[in-house]
């Protein structure tokens, strides 16, 4: 039986906004496996960093009004602030999806490092540990901390521990930001658009250190990007998101040979003019989250769809073992537990229109 690191169910997340409830996380359910690599994938304001950030407990105006989060076991929403802080520090760490304002530009490097060495994953230290830690091991958290800028290939690791962010250019700054995610190393890892502010050699120098320290630690990763090339180079398991809600899932590769979802299908054909954002290539923009749509979230901008689209939730549908889409024109069981009395009520559309057409139905993306 399967036993995932992570496991969230049907999460819901809204917050209070001034023009109302906005219903941004709209139940969704994610399983990272222990020593896998999971990426979600969708365009900007699809809700990719709230998730990520409930996981942790970063959002404290956020409404979780429903929804479970079980890591190794335990819901981390009944756990108090103290333990969940604990668990961030020692166990769960982030890259934080922009270099420039997740690292202190007061400090150093270094101080920051030996800063999250000493205390992270501590919630109170007492003051014979703090005593203890400080005589018996700055040296030793140093030479720690400069091996692990070593591992992330920084080239001149004494330096940049004693420099100022500001001295750093930004791939070096990203380094440093996974070097610190890495120090206390965690078996799980969160990695929030990790190259959105490189350039692109720098960012696939990045993606290859990432993935080779991974492997190295066996760390499971949760992997969030706009780039269908970057997920798919990185990524064993593919989550595709909007507006909230999972619409497509499967291992990696299934999903590219086969991309079931018109929304997985309309990036996938987008990506050319990935230069304007993952999205931009599909007409029409995102719902308005204080305003849903009652039925598919993607009936707006889908070319497929038809009145039921706009009258009833299209819940995922288990169209092959591994793979699973939330779309009418797809038949299938319920791909989740809740969703099996829920069954009569699927109207079923289809075949999609594009499996009449043509055989082909792998997109190229690189
Ligand atoms: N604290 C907040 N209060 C109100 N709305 C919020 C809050 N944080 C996020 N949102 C809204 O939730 C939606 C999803 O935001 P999120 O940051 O998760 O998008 P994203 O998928 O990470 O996008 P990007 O790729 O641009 O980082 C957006 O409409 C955003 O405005
Ligand atoms: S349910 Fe309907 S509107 Fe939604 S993606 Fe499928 S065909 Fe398009
Ligand atoms: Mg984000």
Redesign the pocket.
């Given at each position: 039986m399967s036993n995932p690191l992570l496991e969230v169910k049907d999460l819901h997340v809204e917050?209070d906004?001034y023009d109302g409830t906005?219903q941004?996380i709209n139940g969704i359910d994610l399983i990272v496996e222990r020593g896998e690599t999971v990426a979600i994938v969708?365009?900007?304001?699809?809700?990719?960093?709230?998730?990520v950030k409930t996981i942790l407990g970063l959002?404290p105006?956020?409404d979780i009004s429903q929804g479970e989060i079980l890591y190794k076991g335990e819901n981390l929403l009944e756990l108090s602030d103290a333990k969940r802080h604990a668990r961030r520090g020692k166990e769960m760490s982030m890259i934080m999806?922009n270099p420039m304002s997740a690292i202190n530009p007061v400090f150093t490097v270094g101080e920051q490092m030996l800063d999250v060495l000493k205390w992270q994953g501590q919630h109170r230290v007492g003051i014979t540990d703090w005593v203890r830690d400080k005589f018996r091991s700055e040296a030793e958290l140093r030479e720690r901390a400069i091996d692990m800028l070593e591992q992330v290939d920084i080239s001149a690791p004494e330096r940049v521990f004693e420099s100022y962010p500001v001295e750093l250019s930004g791939g070096m700054r990203q380094r440093v930001l996974i070097a610190i995610a890495l120090l206390l190393e965690p078996d799980f890892l969160i990695a929030d658009?990790p190259g959105t502010a490189l350039d692109v050699t720098t960012e696939a120098n990045i993606l290859e250190l990432l993935d080779d320290i991974v492997e190295e630690h066996d760390t499971s990763v949760l992997y969030?990007t706009?780039d269908l090339g970057v997920a798919r180079e990185i990524s064993d398991q593919l989550n595709v998101m909007y507006a909230g809600e999972i619409v497509e899932t499967a291992p990696t590769e299934t999903l590219f040979e086969d991309p079931q979802h018109p929304y997985t299908r309309g990036l996938l054909e987008s990506i050319p003019q990935l230069s304007r954002g993952i999205g931009a290539g599909i007409p029409g923009k995102l719902p308005d989250?204080t305003d849903p749509p009652t039925g598919c979230r993607f009936a707006d901008r889908c070319p497929h769809a038809e009145t039921e689209c706009r009258e009833v939730v299209p819940h995922l549908r288990r169209t092959e073992p591994e793979h699973a889409a939330a779309c009418h024109l797809f038949e299938g069981d319920p791909h989740l537990d809740r969703h099996q009395d829920a069954v009569t009520e699927f109207p079923y559309i289809g075949p999609p229109p594009w499996q009449a057409d043509t055989d082909e139905t792998e997109v190229d993306v690189r």
């Open positions: 917050f906004t906005a941004v969708g365009e900007s304001g699809c809700g990719k960093s709230v998730t959002l105006e956020a999806q658009e969030i706009h989250y």
